[in-house]
């Protein structure tokens, strides 16, 4: 299924990210809310580095526009397969492997919606035959919320080809801190909650507690995000991968993986080299950006430390809005 017959909910957002501006490295070392989005792939890193093993096969679920292309060559796997449902994006990711990864991995691309579309309707299909080693799915798994048939298909397309042994893990939404929030700032009149970078607001006909599926609300980030997203109710997303033959092995918080691995210092180097923090002193950070404050590493500074590197409060109230996860294929 190509992007231009993806429905309903999927062709909009395929045709959202799609729209979204590739800029320079340059450009994206401006960007107010880079230590952010270092720190997230900072954590994406982390479950690559934990699941994926050289010479590896690997399924790139909702891979966009070729994000994880550098953490794949990094782990030497031997073959990526790149599956979205905005032909652009997909497109886009092509480029980039072949511009600078080609000689690394084997790769090929489809275009599909995958909470609609078996691999033999993506464009082009897949080879059912390939078995992935793992799959990985980056800050998308919400959008098969919409409906439980969605769901059911993107578990089985996640599931069907994995080997045994072999893992699925990413990255979604924690829905029970997003609820938490929203009734805190509900019980104060307010019927959104966020800071200056980023938004969640639900509709008037919001009911709570929420359905299991089709719970909608609208995530805004800065000025490139703006699009309706489903909370993901994990119980009933576990279920659905017992029908598939995948165990859950591990679900943290963006803040309880992050505290559990940079115990270890290969991750601390790795996150100094990926510049996932800002250093602050008691006079401040090192790069001021407009808006992000930073009182609650300052006030540690002076004291026990001469510097800490963090997050601004701004930025680490959205990326705590995140978990982890990973199940096995039995």
């Known amino acids: 299924m190509a992007a231009s017959s993806a429905v309903g909910h999927a062709s909009r957002v395929g045709q959202h990210y799609s729209q979204v501006k590739q800029v320079g490295l340059d450009k994206r070392d401006e960007a107010r809310i880079i230590k952010m989005r270092n720190f997230n792939n900072f954590i994406k890193s982390l479950l690559i580095n934990m699941y994926t093993n050289q010479g590896d096969t690997v399924f790139d679920m909702a891979s966009g526009k070729g994000g994880d292309l550098n953490k794949w060559s990094s782990r030497r796997v031997r073959h990526v397969t790149f599956a979205d449902v905005a032909s652009e994006s997909v497109q886009q990711s092509r480029e980039r492997y072949e511009e600078r990864h080609k000689s690394k991995f084997s790769a090929s691309f489809h275009v599909g919606d995958l909470t609609r579309a078996v691999p033999q309707r993506w464009e082009p299909s897949l080879d059912t035959s390939i078995k992935f080693d793992v799959v990985s799915c980056q800050f998308a798994l919400h959008y ?16 069907q080809n994995l080997k045994r042994g072999g893992y699925f893990f990413g990255t979604t939404i924690w829905s029970e801190e997003v609820v938490r929030r929203f009734r805190e700032a509900k019980a104060h009149g307010y019927s959104k909650f966020g800071n200056d970078i980023f938004s969640v607001k639900f509709p008037a006909h919001y009911q709570d507690p ?19 997203e489903f909370l993901v109710y994990f119980p009933v997303l576990e279920d659905i991968c017992r029908q598939n033959g995948l165990k859950l092995i591990m679900k943290k918080s963006f803040g309880d993986f992050f505290k559990q691995q940079i115990k270890d210092e290969d991750n601390r180097k790795l996150l100094e080299r990926m510049g996932s923090l800002e250093t602050v002193t008691e006079d401040g950070p090192q790069t001021k950006r407009p808006k992000l404050t930073y009182k609650h590493a300052e006030a540690r500074c002076g004291f026990d430390h001469d510097q800490v590197g963090t997050l601004s409060k701004q930025e680490w109230e959205c990326a705590s809005l995140y978990v982890v996860f990973a199940f096995k294929k039995e």
Do not use: G
Not at 212 to 227: C, D, P, S
């Open 144 to 159: 098969c919320f919409e409906s439980q048939k969605q769901c059911k298909t993107f578990v089985k397309n996640a599931a």
């Open 210 to 228: 929420p359905s299991i599926f089709n719970a909608v609300y609208n995530y805004q980030l800065e000025e490139q995000v703006n699009i309706e």
